[in-house]
């Protein structure tokens, strides 16, 4: 973030909110999905693209941990080894998971089963939930004393900024900032220049809203961060 301290301990809160964010939609398609309210194919379709989008960012999400955060904790913190190789064991229990929810959503996107849906999501919800609060309770923590917020920085440089387009960019946050308050959605954009910042914010946000309510109905003004 402009004007913040280099040399501080990272700043670990927008992962924080990268696991809300899941948490939040695996959440909402379960319900959306498995209530008893028929779905139209153009909702059914949304949901299903909206689950295997999420799907692909759970796994690029993980492998940019297992490939440039957790290297420099344990560069910086050899103490930390024990606590990192749990945490990729928990990665490589939860990505088959995340793999077969993302075939259930195919298979839903043209009339498949929405209880093999909830059934996939509920599966990958007993072993990616507690992983994430394993990682804001235990290990972030360890993150933040390790490693500084340069470090850090370079780490959502290299793993979460450059493997993006623009468009992918502002997508991934205004997902990201969907029901924040201004405060921690400043956090979110506060990870990229101010050009990219101006169109993440005022450019995408409406393809995001749209798109929000093309999967989970409402109004499109329902979706985005909060006044």
């Not at 695996?26 to 989008?53: F, M």
């Not at 999501?121 to 990682?135: A, F, G, N, T, Y």
């Not at 946000?205 to 909060?226: I, L, Q, T």
């Amino acid at each position: 973030m402009p004007g913040h301290d280099r040399t501080a301990p990272a700043d670990t809160r927008d992962m924080v909110i990268v696991h809300d964010a899941l948490r939040r939609d695996l959440a909402r398609a379960r319900t959306t999905i498995g209530g008893p309210s028929a779905i139209a194919e153009s909702q059914r379709r949304s949901l299903s693209d909206h689950l295997r989008w999420m799907m692909d960012f759970l796994q690029h999400h993980h492998h940019g941990e297992d490939h440039g955060l957790w290297p420099r904790v344990r560069a910086a913190n050899p103490k930390s080894c024990e606590l990192i190789a749990a945490m990729e064991v928990a990665h490589r229990s939860v990505d088959p998971r995340s793999t077969q929810l993302d075939h259930a959503a195919f298979a839903y996107r043209d009339g498949g089963s929405a209880s093999d849906v909830v059934a996939a999501i509920e599966d990958l919800e007993s072993v990616l939930l507690p992983h994430l609060r394993e990682e804001e309770e235990q290990t972030l923590p360890v993150v933040s004393a390790s490693i500084t917020q340069a470090d850090w920085d370079a780490y959502n440089a290299e793993e979460n900024i450059a493997t993006r387009s623009q468009f992918q960019l502002g997508i991934t946050g205004h997902w990201m900032m969907d029901g924040l308050t201004p405060e921690r959605a400043a956090l979110v954009t506060g990870l990229v220049p101010p050009v990219q910042r101006f169109a993440l914010v005022h450019g995408i946000g409406p393809v995001y809203r749209s798109r929000a309510k093309a999967r989970w109905g409402g109004r499109a003004s329902d979706y985005g961060m909060r006044a």
